[in-house]
């Protein structure tokens, strides 16, 4: 498959000014691979940490599993740490007070001082959790029952908070419009921003017909994207699948590319997977996969300082700070 992207020079216009600090690239930091991946000794920008899986159950006395709170310390000492969360049921159906959101997920933003926090694009509720490839429905009324809720939960993190895009292979039934066409009218209603998967656009634009990166592209305002995940991902019985465990493509790529070039984020993270999806996941640990991830990690960082230039990283920043004071 061949993007065809325009992006010629004129096209891209002036780019806005960052709505965050400009981190860099960075990885995230998930759980799954943690028996295998040295995230400690990783030369990144940021890592991304999912906060569903650290947080404590909600009926306990404890805002994070035991253990965790010390790891995430030490590795807030190498690079920012920026929140995820994945299955907050931020956009599900019960009292926004009583989500795992509102109750675990905005204490721990804030706890890891985080600059920004993104949400999932997922409806969910307090018995089904495992909501992945569950994208909301585009409907009118949807979209004013979740700018109303987006703009109250990001009034609770106090922090930019930013809506990721689904990866799905069937829209919810009664959509009225297309994703992209949602997405910017949910941050324009609730004052909101966007976190941009762009592994999910490319996994879109495989398996559901008619769809269109340049359109989508086009349609969301790229001014308003404060982060981005880039990712691979592996077919299964003719379906292409968001399951981290593959190089990026180059395609995905080609995408950074055109939307570095037309926005502002404070950073691109790269996801990496165990077998949370599905029993046919590939299990990253294999001989070669650390290679894999560096890089798959040049390459980004390789990209960003191409766009920006090498010192709008935080980690040469910081290196040129600590050089300063030496």
């Known amino acids: ?10 096209a891209a216009g002036r780019q806005p000014e960052p709505i965050v600090e400009p981190l860099g690239i960075g990885i995230q930091y998930n759980p799954e691979i943690l028996d295998w991946f040295p995230f400690e000794e990783c030369q990144v920008d940021a890592f991304e940490v999912l906060v569903d899986s650290f947080m404590g159950v909600l009926d306990g006395p404890y805002l994070m599993l035991p253990g965790f709170a010390e790891r995430l310390q030490e590795l807030a000492k190498k690079s920012p740490l920026v929140a995820h969360s994945n299955y907050g049921c931020d956009f599900g159906f ?10 675990r997920h905005v204490p721990l933003a804030k706890k890891l001082n985080s600059p920004w926090v993104v949400n999932h694009m997922f409806y969910g509720d307090d018995s089904w959790l495992d909501i992945w490839s569950s994208p909301v429905q585009f409907s009118h009324a949807e979209l004013d029952r979740l700018a ?15 809506h990721e895009n689904a990866a799905y292979y069937l829209p919810c039934p009664g959509g009225e419009m297309e994703e992209a066409e949602f997405l910017a009218r949910l941050v324009e209603k609730s004052g909101t921003y966007l976190h941009v998967d762009l592994h999910n656009i490319y996994a879109n634009s495989i398996n559901l017909e008619g769809f269109s990166v340049q359109g989508y592209l086009d349609t969301i305002p790229l001014d308003r994207i404060v982060s981005m995940h880039v990712a691979g991902g592996s077919w299964r019985e003719g379906v292409y699948h968001d399951w981290h465990d593959s190089p990026v493509p180059d395609e995905v790529w080609q995408m950074l590319e055109y939307v570095l070039a037309r926005s ?12 949370a999806h599905h029993p046919d996941t590939r299990v990253m640990g294999e001989d070669g996969d650390k290679d894999l991830i560096k890089r798959d990690l040049e390459i980004a960082m390789s990209i960003w300082d191409n766009t920006y230039g090498p010192e709008s990283r935080y980690s040469k920043r910081k290196k040129l700070r600590e050089t300063v004071v030496a």
Do not use: K, N
């Open 1 to 10: 498959m061949t993007l065809d992207l325009d992006m010629s020079p004129t």
């Open 94 to 103: 019960g009292p926004l007070e009583d989500t795992p959101a509102v109750r």
């Open 148 to 162: 109303d809720r987006a703009a109250r939960l990001q009034e609770l993190y106090g922090m930019p908070l930013a």
């Open 264 to 275: 502002r984020p404070g950073g691109v993270f790269l996801e990496y997977q165990g077998q």
